[in-house]
Nanobody, 118 residues
Framework: QVQLVESGGGLVQPGESLRLSCAAS????????MAWYRQAPGKQRDLVAI???????SYADSVKGRSFISRDNAKNTVFLRMDSLKPEDTAVYYC????????????WGQGTQVTVSS
């Protein structure tokens, strides 16, 4: 069982940056693929960035080049830094942990709201 708690969201102005954190407990993140998703009002939940337990990170086209996912396995925490924020980045951001081996169980945090507005 993994518990995930996101933090770092808030109200920011267009062009600003923020860093989201996802703290995990209950298991070691090193054996999980970690990802950030986001869901805007009335829209589906979309993948933003993924950090596999082994392999390279990848990003959605909408955030590529201005976002960076990182993980500190020693602290059991995953981060998402986003630069040059746009109003269309406004959403609830969710952290997901998916076990990299069978049965590939996944866990979700409760989400953190990010609002980009002037």
């Amino acid at each position: 069982q993994v518990q995930l708690v996101e933090s770092g969201g808030g109200l920011v102005q267009p062009g600003e940056s923020l860093r989201l954190s996802c703290a995990a407990s209950g298991s070691l993140l090193s054996i999980y693929d970690m990802a950030w998703y986001r869901q805007a009002p009335g829209k589906q939940r979309d993948l933003v960035a993924i950090s596999p337990s082994a392999g390279s990170t990848s990003y959605a086209d909408s955030v590529k080049g201005r976002s960076f996912i990182s993980r500190d396995n020693a602290k059991n925490t995953v981060f998402l830094r986003m630069d040059s924020l746009k109003p269309e980045d406004t959403a609830v951001y969710y952290c997901q942990a998916q076990k990299a081996t069978w049965p590939y169980t996944d866990y979700w945090g409760q989400g953190t709201q990010v609002t980009v507005s002037s």
